[in-house]
């Protein structure tokens, strides 16, 4: 399994984004997305997804430097018009923008359409704690990308509608909750099948409804289905998606699931609250660091070692991964290599 430094990947993602016409700010945005997210060992959102970008860009599925238009606008609100462009970039336009209402109105809110898949979620929320503000960020698939059953259900009727919720705490790394309202994002089944692993059980069913650990009942044909989040209280996981899909299909006009939908990118949606409007953000801090303190007195299970805050495992994978090195598997890098070759980019 080839083993990549952080600059090896963002060379090898620069270069390749920059063969294909994206301007060095674009391509700086996505490079960061992606290698983010391998670092903190969100591989399925990491640069598995470079060769995707690069044919959505020769296809024009991607168009680059498209304009980011305001729709519809007040002091603390915007609807954003994407226009199909680089995700990433139009993701952080968008939270770049909530940050800046924040700043002005205590809370503000913008959702998003027309937009392509923006990657990993909990990246955004970092552009709002660093301002020492909290984000409330959500996606759909814009009404495509249906991989998830409702619960009760054996056909998808739903995309994997993540949530993000990112907190800035004084002296620490942000708090931060970034999951699927699905078992795992469906990336990390891609991940398995990549890997030529099997599916942990309770992960998916195969079109007939039934429990499999093959991967390759989940794609078919016939495809199978994610099960939402949630195990015996999967009622749970299905309700939090379904809210997800209003709040970033229907507020923002991106659509919510719906038959015949087959254009995937995501509905952003975001809510980012200004801590220093309600409370100093100190004395904030000393009461989010003493509950931090308290839930980590817990006695714990034989089985655990420590008690984790949302987020800590994944800052503790970057600063691993910074040492040691970004394992990429080797499926991934051959399509990665087969991608470069045709554009005639040269690896290193």
Not at 27 to 49: C, F, P, Q, R, W
Request: charged share 20%; aromatic share 6%.
């Amino acid at each position: 399994m080839p083993i990549f430094t952080e600059t090896e990947l963002t060379q090898t993602c620069l270069k390749m984004l920059k063969s294909v016409g994206v301007s060095n700010t674009e391509a700086e945005i996505v490079t960061k997305s992606m290698v983010d997210a391998n670092l903190v060992g969100h591989d399925s959102h990491g640069i598995i997804h470079l060769p995707k970008y690069i044919q959505g860009i020769t296809d024009s599925s991607i168009q680059l430097d498209a304009k980011v238009e305001t729709e519809r606008e007040s002091p603390s609100i915007a609807v954003l018009n994407g226009n199909w462009g680089l995700g990433p970039v139009i993701a952080t336009h968008a939270m770049e923008l909530a940050v800046q209402k924040a700043g002005q109105t205590d809370i503000s809110s913008v959702a998003v359409r027309n937009c392509n898949e923006v990657g990993r979620l909990g990246g955004y929320g970092i552009v709002a704690t660093e301002q020492n503000m909290i984000s409330i960020i959500s996606v759909n698939d814009h009404g495509a990308g249906q991989c998830v059953v409702p619960h009760g259900g054996i056909e998808a009727r739903l995309s994997t509608n993540p949530i993000v919720y990112a907190i800035p705490v004084l002296g620490r790394e942000p708090i931060l909750l970034d999951m699927s309202t699905s078992v795992v994002a469906s990336g990390k089944v891609r991940i398995k099948k990549n890997r030529e692993e099997s599916a942990p059980e309770g992960w998916i069913i195969d079109a007939e409804g039934n429990p499999t650990t093959n991967v390759d009942d989940f794609y078919g044909p016939p495809p199978g289905a994610l099960l939402p989040l949630g195990g015996i209280a999967a009622h749970k996981g299905f309700g939090l998606s379904f809210i997800v899909d209003i709040l970033s299909g229907a507020l923002g006009e991106a659509g919510c699931s719906q038959e015949g939908a087959s254009r995937i990118g995501n509905g952003f949606f975001v809510i980012i609250i200004k801590i220093d409007s309600f409370t100093d953000f100190s004395t904030f801090s000393q009461e989010v660091d003493r509950f931090i303190r308290y839930v980590k007195s817990a006695k714990r299970s034989s089985e655990s070692e420590e008690i984790y805050l949302p987020g800590e495992r994944g800052f503790r994978e970057r600063d691993r991964r910074c040492r040691n090195g970004i394992f990429i598997e080797e499926e991934t890098w051959e399509q990665i290599r087969v991608t470069a070759e045709e554009y005639q980019v040269k690896l290193d």
